[in-house]
């Protein structure tokens, strides 16, 4: 089945700790997408990615940071930086063309300790 | 001004009735439109496209008003399992960084 994997569904961060959440898609698609939503919040939009080997920074980039080193993967490192991780993250992959919508992975949930 | 915005809701309705959400957007370059659901805990997930002429998918209507840039969703015969979040989501272009842009959402509650 095609589509967009994340991993792992839960995860805990201990203070002072950088974690990486992954993101894979077999749906060829160029560009991926990185999002944060806080309880009762709106999707915010962190870092994404048109192509491979380049990624631009979103509306809350501070205390993140990706790569893209092939076109199927592009994990998210939640570094110590950013103070209030807690969150649920969703990554996103979408196809070429101005008419395409945006798939989503089933999201982690980042809890810290 | 938001680039996305929506009534928050809540929207309590009981079984059965037709309810309809509007969203507007402030860019008027903006190409393509959808409308996605959320149930809680749960990833965004597409419902429709928006098409320029109006688009129909069983009960749910969709309809782009590009004079008054806003597009609406409406739902017939609502059903419990219709209880979730309703996101807007506008396309603006490669111009504007090949970003999709999603409202807050609007909160459904469909009670027997």
């Known amino acids: 089945d095609g589509g967009i994997t994340q991993s792992p569904k839960y995860l805990f961060r201990k203070e002072g700790q950088n974690v990486t959440l992954s993101c894979e898609q077999n749906?060829?698609?160029?560009?991926m997408y990185w999002y944060r939503q806080d309880p009762g919040q709106g999707l915010r939009l962190i870092y994404y990615?048109?192509?491979?080997?380049?990624?631009q920074k979103g509306d809350i980039a501070e205390g993140y940071s990706v790569s893209r080193e092939k076109k199927e993967s592009f994990p998210l490192t939640v570094t110590s930086a950013q103070k209030n991780p807690t969150a649920f993250y969703l990554c996103?992959?979408?196809?070429?063309?101005?008419?395409?919508?945006?798939?989503f992975g089933d999201g982690t949930r980042l809890s810290i300790l | 001004r938001k680039e996305v915005e929506q009534d928050p809701g809540p929207f309590n309705v009981p079984e059965g009735a037709t309810v309809a959400f509007n969203c507007t957007y402030s860019?008027?370059?903006?190409?393509?439109f959808f409308w996605y659901r959320q149930d809680c805990r749960k990833e965004p997930k597409l419902l429709m496209s928006?098409?320029?002429s109006g688009n129909e998918d069983g009960r749910f209507t969709a309809q782009l008003n590009r004079a008054s840039q806003y597009i609406s969703l409406l739902i017939r015969d609502s059903k419990l399992s219709d209880s979730a979040t309703y996101l807007c989501v506008v396309y603006a272009g490669r111009e504007y960084g090949n970003k999709l842009v999603f409202g807050a959402g609007t909160i459904l509650r469909v009670k027997s």
């Open positions: 749906l060829n698609h160029d560009a």
């Open positions: 990615s048109q192509i491979v080997n380049d990624f």
């Open positions: 860019n008027s370059a903006s190409q393509s």
């Open positions: 928006v098409y320029s």
């Open positions: 996103a992959s979408r196809d070429r063309g101005p008419h395409q919508p945006q798939h």
